[in-house]
Every structure is written in C-alpha cells, then in structure tokens.
C-alpha cells in the first residue's frame, strides 16, 4: 500500500513514524514533511492546500490512502476534491469532508450541532456586525470572567478569556469592528467560562463505528509553572491520571456517542479524527472544542502508545469496516516535552544549526520546524522538536522526556522542565 501524509509538523512526524511500521506499507510520501519525516519515508515538494498538485501525485504514484493532518486543507474541501474527480475518486481520504471540518472552521456551527444533539458545553450566543451592540449589552448580563471565540480558524490564536467587562467590550469591538483576527473573527461566539481540567480525547471513525484513542493533556502556555502567553503547545502527556474509567464511560456515553450518531443524524460523512477538548468540570465532563484532525503536541504522546497497526485501522475507516479491526494500546505512559525557538510565540529567527539529536537514545524526537539546509537540520519554525518518550510510570517518562530534551541543542532553544509534574 502506497500512503501519502499530508502535512509538515510534528503531529505529521509521528505518524510517519508509526505508519512506517506497518507490514501493509509498500511505499510512504510526506508532502511537504520536514527534516526529520524523511527517515520514515519521501518528502514531496507540495503546499498542504496544493490540492491539483497533490491529486497529481497520488495518481503518478499509486496513492491508495491520503492521511490528512493539518486542518486547513480539510476547512477547504480536499476530500471533497478527490470525490469530485472520477480519476481520483478510489484513492481513500482519512479526514471529513468540507461539511464535517466546519465542526472545526466554525465555532458557531459545533456549538449549534453541541445544542442540537444534546452534548454538555458552556452557554453560548453568537454575534457579527450587524448585532454588535446587543452583543455589548450581553456581555453585561454574563458572568465574569467570559470567553470570546473568533468563529473561523485563526491559527489557535482566536480565544481570549476577559476578566473585566471594559476588556471584553473593547475585544469584540477590536474582533467584529476592526477585524482583529481578519475573516475569521467576522462572526465571534461569546461563552459561559467553565471552570476546572482540560483534557483531550480523540476518536477514530468511519461514520458509522469508532475506536476511543488514548487521552491526553496538553501545556499551552509558554512558561513553567502554566505562565504567559498561549503557544500551540509546549508539551503533552498519555494517559490522563484523572480520565478515570468512569469519567472516560461519562465522555463516550455523553458525548462520543451522541456526537457520532449527530454526524449520521444530520447526513454528515465523516471519516477520519474527532478530537475532542473537554473540561473537567468536578467530575462531569464539558465540550470546549472540536477538532477534525489529531492535536498537536498530543499526537506525539497519543501514537506511540497505540500497539496496533495504523495502516489497517485507516484501511477500515476508508472501507467502513472499523469495528472489525484489531485495537490495543499500550499501559505505559507517553510524556512529550517541544523544544522551541527563543522567543516563541513572540517573534523568533530560524535557521540556528540544530545539534546532537542522535545522542537522544531512550526518546523518540520527532521533527516540528526543521529543515535540511547543506547537509544541516536547521530551525524552521516557533515548535521546532518534540521529544516523546515512553515509560512504566508518569514520573519516569517526565525524567526521561526532560533530560532528553536538554540534550540537543540549538542557539535560543527553550522547553519547558515542568511538562505532567501538576499531575504527580
């Protein structure tokens, strides 16, 4: 079987890395992949929205399976592309269709489908230019401190958490009025702030049946202790200590569940992730988000923990038969810590010489922004390098993960030595 990764991160990494071991493999291309993906497979020269480019690829190269990453061509319609090509249309996609992403590229839209099929999540109301001034009247009847989500994808920047009324006014003035986050804070969803533990839970499905992949927690924020600013992630842990079996029962009965059947009952195809963002709220679990892709970091702590074959769990969501297929995850426990460049999320320079990676022995170091550049992996990118290691208990895969980070090396590097030590 030929796959062909759509996608350039570190997620993308890491499912080159599993992918590679399956037996059912023949050939794997990652387009555009990065310094680190080629060892698994070929990098292509191709923008992940390059849809002709890549159709022509898959054709010349006997593509039978087109695993998606990232969320920007999914929001754009790439599987609804191949569907539309009758040269084109056998090659598998594994991502939703246009319809389905908009569970992603529209907070509105999730929101509504939560409130349809009766999944818990925070009060919502949604406002745009033309009711502007309701929506500044309503913030007044909101409890403090309120949540403002740009409707449209904004590169994880689109969510701010207000602590005063002035502050949320003067944001979605700034959102709606002056275009803050461009087009995608045209429409902006204010929400109830829930209070308590994030978490992830991500779910395989062909539409019909669905595999519950490992949980896991993400660290957004920049610095120790849960500090600054919002990053895409500094680090991730699997499993979750907290997502007891009984809180897991209480999302897939409340939520996995209904939001499956939400997507049939509204004739929503669907094939590939669901990533769900919960809040532990005491107990009880809430939808912050969803995602139609795997996370990132996450997916670098999620993978390696999954015993079986990748290629044959994709093989059934694209022939429906998911359910048949063998699916066992491993006890042990996945600790992920991202090396990132100084002075990420702010500004940062790339191309610092990356060194003594192959000293890493006890971790697996999957490539985020790097390139190769005469012969040298070099910085491309704010997250540069995610370093997983896997281990029998949560405080030795914090050590190990830890120590391993700090020994590659690059000018400005940072990471984050705190990564899973709240959950000790």
């Given amino acids: 079987m030929n796959v062909l990764i759509v996608g350039s991160g570190g997620r993308e990494s890491a499912f080159a890395y599993k992918i590679s071991q399956s037996p059912k493999l023949t050939n794997l291309y990652i387009a555009p992949g990065n310094a680190g993906t080629g060892q698994y497979g070929t990098n292509v020269d191709l923008k992940v929205t390059d849809f002709e480019g890549i159709a022509a690829f898959a054709l010349a190269h006997a ?88 409707d449209g994808l904004a590169a994880g920047k689109g969510v701010l958490i207000c602590a005063t009324y ?18 995608a804070s045209s429409v902006v969803v204010i929400e109830e702030f829930l209070k308590g533990i994030e978490l992830s839970v991500f779910v395989l499905t062909d539409g019909d049946s669905y595999k519950i992949l490992p949980s896991a927690k993400d660290y ?20 979750v200590p907290f997502a007891d079996e009984a809180f897991l029962t209480k999302v897939e009965e409340r939520i996995i569940k209904p939001t499956v059947q939400g997507l049939k009952k509204d004739n929503i195809p669907y094939k590939g992730f669901i990533f769900i963002g ?18 990132d970091p996450e997916t670098e702590s999620v993978l390696p923990r999954i015993e079986s074959d990748l290629v044959d769990l994709l093989e059934g969501v694209a022939k429906g038969d998911l359910a048949s ?32 990676i192959e000293n890493v022995k006890e971790s697996i170091v999957f490539h985020a922004g790097t390139k190769e550049v005469n012969g040298e992996v070099v910085t491309a990118g704010g997250r ?22 700090g020994r590659i090396f690059f000018q400005g590097k940072y990471f984050r030595t705190d990564i899973g030590f709240d959950l000790i």
Avoid at 80 to 108: C, M, N, T
Avoid at 166 to 183: H, P, Q, S, V, W
Avoid at 325 to 353: C, I
């Fill in 278 to 295: 919960l809040m532990n709220v005491e107990g009880e679990p809430y939808v912050i988000e969803y995602n139609v892709r795997m996370g």
């Fill in 166 to 183: 002035e502050e949320a006014k003067a944001e979605l003035t700034a959102m709606i009025a002056e275009a803050k986050f461009g087009e």
């Fill in 384 to 405: 540069v390098i995610a370093v997983t290691t896997l281990q029998d208990d949560l405080f030795s895969a914090l050590q190990q993960a830890t120590a391993d980070a």
């Fill in 63 to 150: 593509i039978s399976l087109v695993l998606v990453g990232p969320e920007e061509p999914l929001v754009k319609g790439i599987h609804d592309y191949f569907l539309s090509r009758e040269d084109i249309r056998h090659i598998a996609v594994i991502g939703p269709q246009q319809l389905g992403a908009q569970l992603e590229g529209s907070k509105d839209f999730s929101k509504e489908f939560m409130f349809r099929h009766q999944i818990p999540t925070a009060a919502y109301k949604s406002f745009d230019k033309s009711n502007l001034e309701e929506g500044l009247v309503y913030l007044e009847t909101q409890q403090l401190p309120i949540v403002l989500k740009a």
């Fill in 220 to 239: 957004k924020r920049i610095g120790e202790g849960d500090t600054g600013l919002n990053t895409g992630g500094m680090g991730s842990i699997s499993p």
């Fill in 325 to 356: 297929r063998s699916y066992t995850v491993s006890p042990k426990t996945a600790v992920t810590v991202m090396l990132v460049s100084g002075g990420y999320p702010g500004d940062y320079e790339n191309g610092k010489v990356i060194s003594n």
